[in-house]
């Protein structure tokens, strides 16, 4: 099996069967022989390069199409998209995306389009649509950044002339960026050693943060396997550290796995202290104590419970510090995950519903002079701002208090602090940090 025959074979299954991680996944592991790593590699640009552009890319073939691309039989608009995008955004020559795009027809049975897939693949090709394709602020969004209609006129909505600048980020590359483990090495010797193994590191814009660009998967690298280091979002790792934790304190993490806010707070409690780290569903615990093991975490304790519901026994003792990083829309992270693109947003009140339980249920945990951290990858409005205003109504004895530090680009409002993409080059996300009036802290 080729590499361009098994991306094509995966974009078919994931029209059926949803989150495109997974299908890949799943069809890499069916391969028998395995792909070599530089193939499997290959078919995911393929494949993900389609999920993010696959709104123009069907514009584009529309324009050279007896009838839509939504008409054709799957593994023809499959191959058509693959053979598109490898063409026009991936630098393949055209003569190879052509005629690989020929064979791969054939190989799913479709010889009969194999000449409709030659001539249209050449001539689109050549188009390169633009802004002025588009007049229509809404139709911009949709098709020349592949959003949904419900996920573009949220843009719109709340960000007006903005919405473009933060659909055109979602295309930016994101750097890696790596929270340096305190308990077994510093930021200086992780450095070197990266380096020692062909990275490039650049320190970050706080302490124990790196940017690395690595040969390979970060996770091949040795100092992982060693537990010297975990991969954390920029904006991730700003919403662990409002937390504050410090050694020997109490501290609740309701919405924790994968683990890496958990790790980045173990940390800062130099593993000293208590840390429960919740997880609503079961089956992500093993991913969470996987985690504290390989990094050598002992003061964490990771359990299942989900945090929109009252747990008692939780309260016994109150917790110096609770956060609640709560399940969301994802409408910050559509650059890591291409399938938020083309969400219906359907559910989202039942969405905020849910995620302010979850924010009264922290601070009922929450010591008397405990801090309450809310945080999200989102930049829709009604579940970030929306939800902070909504709890300081139901708990006047609550305010807003602004973070230890303000990265460059982050927007600092009355109800919290918000990442947007193209001003901070991190996720969309937003943080607030709440405590009770006349709370001091250092």
């Keep these: 099996m080729t590499a361009r025959y098994l991306a094509v074979k995966a974009l078919i299954r994931q029209e059926k069967d949803g989150y495109a ?14 792909l070599a790593a530089r193939d499997a590699a290959f078919s995911a640009r393929i494949f993900y390069t389609v999920l993010e552009r696959r709104n123009l890319l069907d514009w584009t073939l529309d324009r050279f199409l007896k009838k839509p691309v939504s008409k054709l039989d799957a593994p023809v608009r499959a191959v058509l998209r693959a053979g598109l995008a490898q063409a026009v955004y991936m630098q393949v020559p055209l003569s190879a995306a052509v005629n690989e795009s020929v064979k791969l027809a054939r190989a799913f049975g479709k010889t009969s389009a194999a000449g ?31 959003l949904s209609e419900p996920v573009a006129s949220l843009l719109l909505d709340q960000y007006g002339d903005e919405a473009e600048a933060i659909a055109a980020a979602f295309y930016e590359p994101q750097p890696t960026w790596v929270r340096v483990n305190t308990l077994r090495t510093t930021d200086e010797a992780l450095t070197a050693a990266l380096q020692s193994e062909g990275a490039e590191v650049v320190p970050g814009p706080w302490p124990h943060c790196l940017k690395v660009v690595f040969r390979g ?11 010297w280091f975990h991969v954390q979002g920029l904006a991730s790792q700003f919403a662990a550290d409002c937390v504050q934790a410090e050694p020997r304190l109490r501290v609740l993490d309701l919405c924790a796995a994968p683990g890496g806010k958990s790790l980045t707070m173990a940390c800062a409690m130099q593993d000293e202290g208590e840390l429960y780290s919740g997880e609503a569903v079961e089956a992500r615990l093993p991913l969470l104590q996987k985690a504290f093991a390989r990094c050598g975490v002992g003061c964490a304790k990771a359990f299942a419970g989900d945090a929109s519901v009252y747990n008692a026994e939780l309260a016994k003792t109150p917790f110096d510090r609770v956060l609640c990083d709560v399940p969301c829309s994802g409408l910050g992270v559509i650059g890591k995950k291409p399938d938020i693109r083309y969400k219906d947003l359907q559910g989202l009140d039942e969405l905020c519903a849910l995620q302010k339980k979850i924010l009264q249920n922290g601070s009922r945990y929450l010591a008397q002079n405990g801090r309450l951290v809310y945080s999200t990858c989102t930049v829709n409005r009604a579940e970030n701002e929306a939800v902070v205003r909504d709890f300081l109504a139901r708990n006047p004895e609550f305010a807003v208090i602004p973070p230890k530090t303000m990265p460059d680009g982050a927007l600092a409002g009355e109800y919290g602090t918000l990442f947007l993409p193209h001003r901070t080059g991190a996720d969309g996300f937003f943080v607030a940090v709440l405590v009770r009036q006349n709370t001091k802290f250092s």
Excluded: H, I, W
């Excluded at 002025?132 to 592949?146: I, K, M, N, V």
């Excluded at 998967?217 to 537990?227: L, N």
């Design 21 to 34: 991680n997974l299908v890949l996944d799943a069809e890499l592991g069916r391969c028998d022989p395995p």
């Design 217 to 227: 998967s970060p996770a091949a690298s040795q100092t992982f396997s060693k537990g």
């Design 116 to 146: 409709m897939v030659n001539a249209v693949l050449r001539r689109a090709a050549a188009l390169r649509p633009g802004k002025e394709d588009f007049p229509d602020p809404a139709q911009r969004l949709q098709t020349l950044y592949s």
